[in-house]
């Protein structure tokens, strides 16, 4: 629907320039802002403590970021298609959207998935539907990101067993679980479990993978959702930050050693409009970890302090007018990502205001990587606005805000409290609610929404997902059920349901439930019998 | 005099929730009494909602694609409990492809991803039932 009545036109000049508040930027920064600025406590060498510069000595001149583009839609077959059109295409890895059936622990056949198998990612029910999605694509050789929850550790055993029919070596997988709970209460509100039971299951795979997937990310830390549900910056940073304390907190109280599961703990950060400013975050981000690691925690293994992360573009800044126009937000914002030493980036497609990315979109993304990496000279010299005036005092002043917000939740009681308490949603929210009305009276630009506006509708071929996936993925899995033996599908969930009443770790019943075919509605009903179901109050 | 009553909410699995909490906020703010259902609710819990508020519009936000099963069901159910005055919205990421078939059904408002809040009140003012508009002064 085109937009019918156009705000008052935004002031021009150096603020509506930078995309930035006024209050925040000014036009000019100087050594006078570095004062007090030492730079190897602040800064330091890449690869040397706290990282703001970077965690590799050499930045991309050892290895370049891997290019993860997130996809998956309607069924496993489909998506596997995909996933071998990217890897023959030069992608380096591969990164799993599930469908809202699966991200919420429900299976194909459940009443609440009616409209949403396969909608908005690949429907994985069962083990047979994880075999085919990576059918002809040896495990051992990819590594594989998961964007799964609350019903992370479950995927995660399906993915296992599939390894383990390839005779692939669990030790030698590598990949990331995103694993993270705590964003979904915050921001992205995908959640089964109150958030105790929840964290337990990420301390279970924490404990689990120390053991036998030593390589395997066990976590992604995000704030990706967090700024998509309309948080600032430095809220993203913040929160972020607070939620990778408290899971390390719950594994510490576990009694794991942080010298041995915090190195698997990754990040995800998101890569927005406000260029200087997101790459300051991501510096920001690694020098308040390393001294969150080394000395809240105590770690002394440097791998613990050093925080890796992956970057996606903003989806939230894409818009359905003038939908080319987002091809060149993309590029400055990976290009912010690229800037600020991301290990790993996606970026998003033209067309994802408007549904799910095509082939030829979906693509483009990845050109666009392709072309920062091999022709802009960029990544050549590490950190390279390291020592700028402006970048140094962003840097600074995120991390100083930071430190604030943390303290804060840290008198909530942690971030576990903090969000019973509504504490970050409200701060999010509010910041959604004043950046739509910025944008409302024209006091934030958008290209093409609220500034230089075509009434013209876009030309633009989309990606149709129809209720096809939804009727194969019943079926297949009534056959799944019809051809496994109910009896030890039984025993398997009693298992799983009295392990979760005790203490026990719960990833060897889950993988036993998986072997037998138990589906991943099956698993999460089992433990929903004995954790009940979160729900949150409803505010505006 | 009575305010515009509108029930805002968030059906299907999706938790997505920062349109449906600022459009809430914003009708709010443009006078309106705003109930804000909370997320994953069913075609059938919001009629309930709306009848029981006695709701002169319902605004739903999807941006999972799940509005081709939700849409119809809850116009069907609006229909049964004779509450077809009842204006309905639709907002979030609605291919351009389903737009006729959700009017055909009696959506009035289908509201893509950059409308401006202003859009969606004037829309709302306007078409609610004719004895819960405002004077026309007072808009």
Redesign the interface.
């Given at each position: 629907?085109a937009?019918?009545?156009k705000?008052a036109p935004a002031a021009t000049g150096a603020k509506a320039a930078s995309g930035a508040p006024p209050e925040d930027v000014r036009p000019l920064y100087g050594p006078a802002d570095l004062a007090g600025l030492d730079y190897v406590h602040d800064l330091n060498d890449p690869g040397g403590f706290p990282y703001t510069r970077g965690i590799h000595a050499s930045g991309y001149g050892g290895k370049l970021w891997t290019m993860r583009q997130f996809s998956g839609f309607g069924t496993p077959e489909e998506t596997n298609r995909r996933y071998r059109e990217l890897l023959a295409a030069g992608g380096t890895g591969l990164s799993v959207a599930f469908d809202?059936?699966t991200?919420?622990g429900?299976d194909p056949d459940d009443p609440?998935?009616?409209?949403?198998v396969g909608?908005?990612g690949v429907s994985v029910a069962s083990l047979p539907d994880m075999e085919r999605l990576f059918d002809g694509i040896a495990l051992e050789n990819v590594t594989t990101s998961m964007t799964i929850n609350a019903p992370a550790a479950m995927i995660f055993a399906m993915y296992l067993v599939v390894a383990e029919r390839q005779g692939a070596d669990w030790s030698r997988l590598s990949g990331t679980l995103q694993n993270d709970i705590l964003k979904?209460y915050i921001a992205?509100?995908?959640?089964i479990y109150p958030p105790r039971p929840s964290m337990r299951l990420v301390t279970d795979v924490f404990a689990f993978c120390a053991e036998q997937a030593p390589r395997w990310n066990t976590i992604s830390v995000s704030g990706y959702h967090i700024r998509?549900?309309?948080a600032t910056a430095l809220q993203e940073l913040a929160f972020t930050l607070r939620d990778g304390i408290e899971y390390v907190q719950y594994g510490v109280d576990a009694g794991l050693d942080v010298d041995r599961f915090v190195p698997r703990i990754s990040f995800f950060f998101n890569a927005h409009n406000r260029f200087f400013e997101e790459i300051a975050k991501y510096r920001a981000a690694r020098k308040l970890w390393a001294h969150v690691m080394r000395e809240r925690f105590g770690a002394r293994d440097e791998r613990a302090w050093k925080l890796r992360f992956h970057a996606q573009t903003a989806g939230?800044s894409?818009?359905?007018?003038q939908p080319y126009n987002n091809v060149v937000r993309t590029a400055v914002q990976a290009l912010a990502a690229v800037l600020g030493g991301a290990n790993s980036l996606h970026t998003n497609a033209l067309d994802e205001?408007?549904?799910l990315p095509t082939r030829e979109a979906a693509l483009l993304a990845l050109r666009t990587q392709q072309v920062i990496a091999h022709e802009s000279g960029v990544p050549a010299a590490v950190d390279p606005l390291g020592g700028s005036f402006f970048v140094e005092t962003l840097t600074r002043e995120l991390e100083a805000g930071a430190c604030e917000y943390m303290d804060k939740i840290d008198a909530l009681g942690g971030m576990v409290p903090a969000i019973e308490a509504g504490y970050p949603q409200r701060e999010i929210?509010n910041s959604?609610?004043r950046t739509?009305q910025a944008?409302?009276t024209g006091e934030q630009t958008?290209v093409g929404?609220?500034q230089h506006v075509d009434e013209t509708?876009p030309a633009l071929e989309?990606l149709?997902?129809d209720?096809s996936a939804a009727e194969r993925q019943s079926e297949r899995l009534a056959r799944t059920k019809e051809t496994r033996d109910p009896r030890g599908v039984e025993r398997t969930l009693d298992a799983l349901r009295r392990n979760a009443t005790g203490e026990g770790n719960l990833m060897p019943p889950l993988l036993e439930a998986v072997r037998a075919h138990a589906t991943l509605g099956e698993m999460c009903a089992a433990l929903r019998d004995v954790w009940g179901e979160y729900e949150?109050?409803?505010?505006? | 005099m009575r305010r515009i009553r509108v029930v805002i909410a968030k059906p299907g699995l999706d938790g997505h929730d920062r349109g449906a909490k600022v459009i809430a906020r914003s009708l709010r703010d443009a006078g309106m009494e705003v109930i804000y259902t909370g997320l994953r609710q069913t075609p059938e819990q919001i009629v309930e909602a709306a009848l029981q508020e006695d709701a002169d519009a319902i605004g739903v936000s999807i941006l999972s694609g799940a509005h081709n099963h939700v849409c119809p069901r809850m116009m069907a159910l609006l229909a049964e409990k004779g509450a077809r005055d009842v204006l309905v919205v639709v907002g979030g990421i609605i291919p351009d492809a389903d737009i006729p078939r959700l009017r055909e059904i009696g959506i009035e408002g289908v509201f893509q991803p950059g409308t401006s809040m202003q859009t969606i009140v004037d829309f709302i003012t306007t078409h609610v039932r004719a004895d819960a508009r405002p004077p026309a002064d007072a808009s």
């Open positions: 629907m937009v019918a009545s705000p809202l059936p991200l919420m429900r609440l998935s009616r409209g949403e909608k908005c979904e992205q509100k995908e959640y998509e549900a309309g939230v894409l818009t359905a007018q205001a408007l549904g929210a959604a609610y739509q944008i409302e958008v929404v609220n509708p989309t149709y997902i209720e949150e109050a409803p505010s505006v | -």
